[in-house]
């Protein structure tokens, strides 16, 4: 919804802005400069861009209208997901949670955090280490070193996208500075016209470099901006899970462990201690 509001500021006050100056809006209306510069971003964004990294990219646009989806309440309930299941391999034994891990989308636990299901790569993040736990010999800070690795893979592939969104803004004043340019060549053939027309050709020109440079500075780079930023926030949220994992491998009781957890999520996404505890105190007496 910001985005929505964003670009709209944007264009409200760049355009008001314009006409209150007494400019007019018809010469702004240059469909073969959109052309130009649209296409030639396009392209160019086929060129750089691999095919495996362009189908995440629609994804990731996609998302930035949607809004960041890792809330306090999805924080909560990946805790409890964590608690119930460090508290069922306490009691009973890794055994216990064999059912759970194989088969994380039929798990009872997992099951209830319909978020965490539907996240698959969170999913078995956090299902497959567990089924290494299981198989034993693996020291904490070895499984530490494990889990950072496997995030920042996950990082780098997500901002793979972003990168190409930046570049392609980066590129954009350039591209308008090309339209401008073949404007100008368009204008000199007509040099020894009327000034009306001449200056009109000259205008139609330079409307190619104001696209490009707001087309960069209020679109394009702001979107891939909030696009790192949506990705630094899925790559807490796995950091949240690998803080409680190793805590556990480190033997240290479930409610230590998702407090472990607790403590890696950014203040304006943190549940409280008292949250906690009493989503805690609700699955203890569930159970």
Same mark, same amino acid.
């Given at each position: 919804?910001?985005?929505?509001?964003?670009?709209?500021?944007?264009?409200?006050?760049?355009?008001?802005?314009?006409?209150?100056?007494?400019?007019?809006?018809?010469?702004?209306?240059? !469909?073969?400069?959109?052309?130009?510069?649209?296409?030639?971003?396009?392209? /160019?964004?086929?060129?750089?861009?691999?095919? /495996?990294?362009?189908?995440? =990219?629609?994804?990731? +646009?996609?998302?930035?209208?949607? $809004?960041?989806?890792?809330?306090?309440?999805?924080? *909560?309930?990946? *805790?409890?997901?964590?608690?119930?299941?460090?508290?069922?391999?306490?009691?009973?034994?890794?055994?216990?949670?064999? #059912?759970?891990?194989?088969?994380?989308?039929?798990?009872?636990?997992?099951?209830?955090?319909?978020?965490?299901?539907?996240?698959?790569? &969170?999913?078995?993040?956090? &299902?497959?280490?567990?089924?290494?736990?299981?198989?034993?010999?693996?020291? &904490?800070?070895?499984?530490?070193? %494990? @889990?950072?690795?496997?995030?920042?893979?996950?990082?780098?592939?997500?901002?793979?996208?972003?990168?190409?969104?930046?570049?392609?803004?980066?590129? @954009?004043?350039?591209?308008?500075?090309?339209?401008?340019?073949?404007?100008?060549?368009?204008? %000199?053939?007509?040099?020894?016209?009327? !000034?009306?027309?001449? $200056?009109?050709?000259?205008?139609?020109? =330079? +409307?190619?470099?104001?696209? $490009?440079? *707001?087309?960069?500075?209020?679109?394009?780079?702001?979107? /891939?901006?909030?696009?790192? @930023?949506?990705?630094? /926030?899925?790559?807490?949220?796995?950091?949240?899970?690998?803080? $409680?994992?190793?805590?556990?491998?480190?033997?240290?009781?479930?409610?230590?462990? +998702?407090?472990?957890?607790?403590?890696?999520?950014?203040?304006?996404?943190?549940?409280?201690?008292?949250? *906690?505890? #009493?989503?805690?105190?609700?699955?203890?007496?569930?159970?």
């Amino acid at each position: 919804m910001f985005v929505i509001i964003g670009f709209a500021v944007v264009i409200v006050c760049v355009i008001g802005g314009y006409m209150s100056h007494g400019g007019p809006l018809g010469v702004l209306v240059q !469909p073969s400069e959109f052309v130009i510069i649209g296409g030639a971003a396009l392209g /160019s964004l086929l060129v750089q861009t691999p095919m /495996s990294v362009l189908k995440k =990219l629609g994804g990731k +646009v996609g998302q930035l209208f949607k $809004g960041d989806p890792y809330s306090k309440v999805e924080y *909560l309930n990946l *805790l409890k997901t964590m608690f119930e299941l460090f508290n069922a391999a306490t009691r009973d034994g890794l055994i216990a949670i064999e #059912q759970h891990v194989e088969k994380p989308e039929s798990s009872t636990i997992f099951s209830k955090n319909k978020f965490l299901i539907h996240h698959k790569h &969170a999913l078995y993040y956090l &299902a497959d280490t567990m089924k290494l736990l299981m198989g034993g010999g693996v020291p &904490a800070h070895d499984l530490e070193a %494990m @889990l950072e690795a496997d995030i920042d893979t996950h990082h780098s592939e997500a901002n793979a996208a972003t990168s190409m969104v930046q570049k392609v803004g980066d590129a @954009l004043p350039g591209l308008g500075i090309v339209a401008a340019v073949l404007g100008i060549v368009i204008t %000199m053939q007509a040099i020894e016209g009327p !000034p009306a027309e001449i $200056g009109h050709k000259v205008a139609a020109a =330079l +409307v190619g470099t104001f696209l $490009g440079v *707001l087309l960069c500075y209020g679109f394009v780079g702001p979107m /891939s901006t909030h696009m790192e @930023l949506l990705s630094a /926030s899925e790559g807490r949220y796995f950091e949240c899970m690998k803080a $409680g994992i190793v805590a556990y491998a480190k033997g240290n009781a479930p409610l230590i462990v +998702v407090e472990f957890a607790r403590r890696v999520i950014t203040s304006d996404a943190r549940p409280s201690f008292a949250e *906690l505890e #009493q989503a805690v105190r609700a699955i203890k007496n569930a159970t």
